[in-house]
């Protein structure tokens, strides 16, 4: 009974010393496998870049997400690599890496395959260091940034080892335990690989998680949101001016001008070239009834009844002109309140601003490299294109039309010389400093479709 405590009590001890001998390789793991998920977050939400407001799309809360997320996994760094250096510090290498028999003794065979294992375990041990490095580095370089890393408290650790190299491997967490500031992580990182190629494999690396599909219904449902928000607010901006506009054109606007135009005696034409297209109908009008007459189709008119249908006519064109001129007054009015409604809107949705910001982003960069120079070359020949003028002097008659203005040829020439070339230039701008670095396949696709 007793030999059977005793052997209890020495296989306690020993799974104990165990244990305790196994912790620098568990803390380090356990570290190691907080950098590689802040690794993942980096490649699979920042494209590779760390983790920052000025590398994503995503809005306040997303950002506050990874926020959490990358000071949880820094903190458990910081904790296990105290728990590594300490423990460590505790405990004695079996062999060192390297070391010679003496002279006159031969080291027995298991001995040697020792060594030649505790060497690819330190081998392995550095790789994981200098990870972990890389990966807590671009947090801790530069106090003046605006990175979304909460600051870290120091904690003082020492280091007591024979290792040049361990203690090189540790100087990225040294330097990670005593940063106070915040970190910029907006510097672009050159990769060896291409993009498409890294893609692939976080894409492959990203199916073989078992929590991805968590990972798919919490983006697809953050997708939805955003989409849901977006559309509605797009109706938004586009159906409140449009009511505003008519109610108030026809509810209270409209009565207002036309009291003040009926009790006024108001001019029946706003401008000359209502008055000019008047007359000519009206010359139209007399000219048609009497090619009618000299054709045979309508009897002859005594002059008595030929001016009795011209002032007919002529009634009938001052009501329609009258009215088309009180209308232009109320479109002014109209668009003015629109346009106030249209900026209220704005002002008062700044947070769906943002997110229709990030949906029309995520619309234009989500399209094939084919798509985007399709889009691009049709807004341009539109807008820019060789057949753009006589678009834009329609757009400008309508308009001058609908405010009752009339119609300047001077202005509407030199609003044609120069708005299409500066508004040509943005885009050729646009293209070159964003859509270039963003997707430069798009822009060399846009070149040769161009050309």
């Known amino acids: 009974m007793n030999t059977s405590l005793w052997n209890r009590f020495v296989k306690y001890l020993y799974s104990a010393h ?21 690794k993942a977050i980096e ?6 870049q760390g983790i920052s407001e000025r590398s994503s799309d995503y809005g306040h809360s997303t950002l506050s997400y990874f926020k959490s997320e990358l000071q ?55 790789e994981k260091l200098e990870f972990i490095d890389g990966v807590i580095d671009k947090y801790i370089n530069n106090s003046k940034s605006t990175a979304i890393v909460p600051r870290v408290s120091s904690v003082n650790v020492q280091v007591k080892s024979t290792s040049i190299s361990q203690l090189d491997a540790n100087k990225g967490l040294a330097n ?28 492959i690396t990203k199916e073989l998680d078992p929590e991805a599909e968590k990972d798919v219904v919490r983006n697809f449902r953050n997708s939805k949101v955003k989409t849901v928000i977006s559309l509605r607010f797009i109706l938004l901006l586009i159906l409140v001016p449009l009511l505003t506009n008519q109610i108030s054109k026809n509810f209270v606007v409209g009565p207002v ?9 108001a001019p029946l034409f706003i401008n000359v070239d209502l008055e000019e297209e008047a007359l000519k109908e009206l010359e139209t009008f007399e000219q048609h009834l009497k ?29 329609e002109y009258r009215k088309e001129s009180g209308g232009a007054i109320k479109n002014i009015f109209a668009d003015l309140i629109s346009v106030i409604a249209f900026a209220a809107i704005l002002i008062t949705n700044k947070k769906e601003i943002e997110v229709l910001k990030s949906f029309m982003d995520d619309v234009v960069y989500g399209l094939s490299d084919s798509a985007k120079a399709f889009v691009i070359i049709l807004f341009t020949d539109v807008f820019v ?47 070159f400093r964003y859509l270039n670095r963003s997707s430069p396949s798009a822009v060399a696709t846009y070149k040769n479709m161009n050309e």
């Open 385 to 431: 294109g060789f057949h753009s003028p006589h678009g834009w002097e329609i757009i400008l008659e309508g308009l001058s039309r609908h405010l009752g203005l009339p119609e300047n040829r001077q202005f509407i020439f030199l609003f044609i010389a120069t708005f299409p070339v500066i508004l040509d230039t943005v885009f050729k701008y646009w293209i």
């Open 257 to 265: 001008v036309d009291h003040f135009r009926v009790k006024q005696n």
């Open 43 to 48: 490649d699979e939400h920042f494209g590779g």
């Open 176 to 203: 990670l335990n005593q940063t106070n500031g915040e970190v910029d992580t907006s510097s672009e990182e050159v990769n060896l690989l291409p993009r498409s190629l890294l893609g692939t494999l976080n894409r």
């Open 72 to 126: 949880k996994y820094l903190k458990v760094i910081q904790t296990r690599m105290v728990e590594f250096n300490a423990s460590r510090s505790f405990l004695e290498l079996p062999d060192r890496v390297g070391a010679k028999p003496q002279a006159g003794n031969s080291a027995p065979r298991h001995q040697q395959g020792l060594g030649l294992e505790n060497k690819d375990r330190s081998s392995l041990v550095f």
């Open 18 to 38: 165990q244990w305790y001998r196994e912790t620098p390789e568990r803390a380090l793991e356990q570290a190691y496998d907080a950098a590689l998920a802040i």
């Open 291 to 319: 090619f009618d007459t000299l054709i045979g189709i309508a009897p002859p008119l005594a002059p008595e009844e030929k001016e009795k249908k011209i002032a007919e006519k002529a009634f009938e064109l001052a009501e």
